[in-house]
């Protein structure tokens, strides 16, 4: 696998966040490039999540910077930050249990939906082909996620590893630039993950999707992605190549009196 | 001139109603069609695709697909220019992928994704004889680098701009064609030994699927769902050889498991499956109606015995009485006619059960709900189907009578012999094979059999599989194993006994139906092991052994059984890909429990070594509990 692939996409310049006395993140850096799957690891309180949820506009950094293509997207909300092209998940799975994988996917396609209520209401003309073109975008995903066999059952009725790619795919859905992954793999099984990985590399070869992925199985880890940053209790201890990151002390002592194991 | 290849059928197809649909597959949820002359136009793509790196009369191409318009237009662009297509089943491990592929002398192979192509790539070493590799789906594949590879849409693309040099190429190569060229080597998995690859012509497919059109009606206009791996005749009798000769339409499944959606959607006329599936429907059907409101389930109950109970004295040709004409006519509105449409078999005229025994309560079940169920019979070696029972014809236990084309009769040790134009070629490279399996003209089919007096062939089991108790008492296997597969809760049996003092079986619980039943009880279980050894799961299996052992001659009674660990299974040789099981070696391989069988241990403990999908074993130990027939319900009174 060749290095960064392209320009700097994000950039995150120091960010902090802070929860009462605790520092969550602490004056983190990092740049993410073009078209690269980036892991972002570190033991259980690290603040890796956090990270992610600065960067996808769940909650307001109390300092730094976060650049999307140079524009700083810092502090706009949730959806401003989706609208301009950043997709997530979530490590606990946040999808409308009751309604269909089809309907789920429809959703996430709602920020390209251009018709109004009052438009929409007379479903014919400009709204039907836009509900159809939209339609065709799910189907793809559908296609390209392996799920045809479950298209129209009810989220909630699903096994939890193929919740898991139905919300990638609900992230998908957006079209996105850059694509922030909560764990895809958490509790599933060994099938599953390796169903994931696959999924996650297929992406990222696709679409050229840039990627950044926190995950806690570390073989994954190692196995998928080309640069990896290391957190320990709110900071960055390191980054590189995963066999870099793998060989650095200071990861070793970070991992250490935890139990995972590198 | 008459067609007398495949391709040249395709062709006089696409001549005489080009905008007819030939293949429909459904892709994005929308199901896509292929007019047959559309299908010929891919069809000429590939095959001038194919010249153009060297293809030549006779080269192999082998093709590791899920059934797709793409897969059945790359075999008859090999058979087009003059070669052999070997279709390989996609759930074949590596091993015996190598072994096929390398075996047929493959000079090309089709893979239809990425999976497909990472096993190829791993065998490439060992594979010197393959010198291209194409796929179909490009998904995950655009950076490999590796120059073996090749887009099946590049191919199509260099064999267009070869078709616009020399227009006539294709016609003029498929006009080349012979009937007594190779068209399939279609590979027997066989329950022993290696895979041996069955060499059959055109004249054999022509011969086979005239043989069937002379008894049976199919229109140009009728539907089918190609659902089986075209690595397994039957399929490839149907959708390649009767499709093309008929000129039915073939519809490709959007995924394997969306089988059942896709058949409710099709609605097709004609319908073959393996009896595993017609089990599995049965099976589906009961759990459903356990879970049905009562209402339905009390007209289910009330209804099928008279559906049944009809069919079966038509078919032994005894009056119906009108009482249960009404009753029947009443069950049909109420409960069979919306079953029928349930499973998409509302316009079925024809729907066949072949490959293995299907056991008689699953086919009066079937025939109970109006389902038009025949049993067929054949070999690879007979490409295909050559029995087919007739309608009005159909005898509960036979495989019908053979085709006019078919000679038959019934050899020494009970052994079913054929001759005709639908036997095949002989074994590739292995003459001594062949000579063993034609003798003095005759294809010795290797089932042991017997005629009934009307003519109808009876067969029991294989020959070399017919069973002798210690006392001398002959049993088949396959006649109990049926008889225990037809419960729902039972997926797999095994009955064994050769020089033993009684029969006793292996059983595999049907994982998905015993775990609805124990969740409709609270009984918590973790894995199917683990379910398996439940004494709650003992006591129903032991009642299903109960019912079977009613019907049986008290010498051939199972008296002792064992609910095994896991599932037989393709990967670990226990049974073939068709779901045969392999006696010989899961008699060895489970010798320790059938040696616990025999004795007076309570319990037996078992390591097994599992291979995973990807090819890791891990190992696996388990204590299984023997129970005596009977001892069930003193276990449950206690």
Partial sequence: ?262 | MNPSTLPQFLLRNARDFPGAPAMREKDRGIWREWTWAEYRDHVRAVALGLVKLGFKRGDKLAALSDNRPQLYAALLAAQAAGGVTVPLYQDSIARELRYVIDHADAKFVLAEDQEQVDKLLELKASLPKVEKVFYADPKGLRHYADPILMPLEELEKSGRALAAEQPQLFEELVAAGRAEDIAVFSYTSGTTGAPKGAMLSHANYLAAVRGILEVERFERTDEVLAYLPLAWIGESFFSLGCALIAGFTVNCPERPETVLENLKEIGPQIVIAPPRIWENLVSTIQVRMEDASRFKRALYRALLPAGEEAARREMEKQPVSPGLRLRRAIGEILVFAPLRDRLGMRRVRYAYTGGAPLGPEVFLFFRGIGLNLKQVYGQTETTGIGWVQRDGDVKLGTVGKPYPNVEMRVGEAGEVLSRGPAIFVGYYKNPEATAQAVRDGWLHSGDAAMLDPDGHLIVIDRVKDVTTLGDGTRFAPQFIENKLKFSPYVKEAVAVGQDRPFVAAMINIDMENVGKWAERRAIAYTTYADLAQKRAVYDLIGREVERVNRDLPEAARIQKYVLLHKELDPDDDEVTRTRKVRRGFVASKYAGIIAALYSEAPSVAVTTTITYQDGRQATLQTELAIRSAGAGFAAAAG
Avoid at chain 1, 63 to 90: K, M
Avoid at chain 1, 171 to 196: Q, R, S
Wanted: hydrophobic share 40%; aromatic share 4%; with cysteine.
């Fill in chain 1, 1 to 262: 696998m060749d290095g960064p692939a392209g320009g700097i996409q994000l950039s995150v310049e120091g960010v902090a966040k802070h929860f009462g006395g605790v520092r969550a993140v602490d004056d983190v850096s990092m740049d993410v490039h073009k078209g690269e799957i980036l892991s972002v690891i570190g033991p259980n309180g690290a603040g890796k999540t956090t990270l992610l949820n600065c960067i996808s506009g769940v909650f307001h950094p109390d300092g730094g910077r976060i650049r999307l293509e140079g524009a700083d997207i810092g502090g706009l909300s949730p959806s401003r930050v989706a609208a301009r092209g950043v997709a997530r998940t979530f490590q606990n799975i946040a999808l409308f249990r009751g309604m269909t994988v089809v309907d789920n996917l429809m959703l996430g396609r709602h920020l390209h939906m251009r018709n109004g209520v009052v438009s929409s209401l007379a479903f014919w003309g400009p709204a039907q082909r836009e509900e159809v073109a939209h339609r065709k975008v799910v189907e793809d995903i559908v296609d390209f996620l392996e799920i045809e066999a479950i298209r129209k059952q009810p989220v909630g009725s699903l096994p939890y590893g193929l919740q898991k790619r139905v919300e990638l795919g609900r992230a998908l859905a957006l079209h996105p630039k850059v694509l922030l992954l909560d764990e895809p793999m958490g509790g599933t099984n060994h099938e599953e993950k390796e169903d994931m990985a696959r999924f996650i590399l297929d992406v990222n070869d696709e679409w050229r999707t840039t990627i950044i992925l926190i995950e806690h199985d570390m073989g994954v880890v190692m196995d998928i992605s080309q640069r990896v940053v290391v957190l320990d209790l709110g900071r960055k201890i390191t980054e590189g190549s995963p066999a870099e990151v793998k060989a650095d002390p200071r990861v070793i002592r970070a991992y250490l009196g935890t139990k995972a194991a590198l």
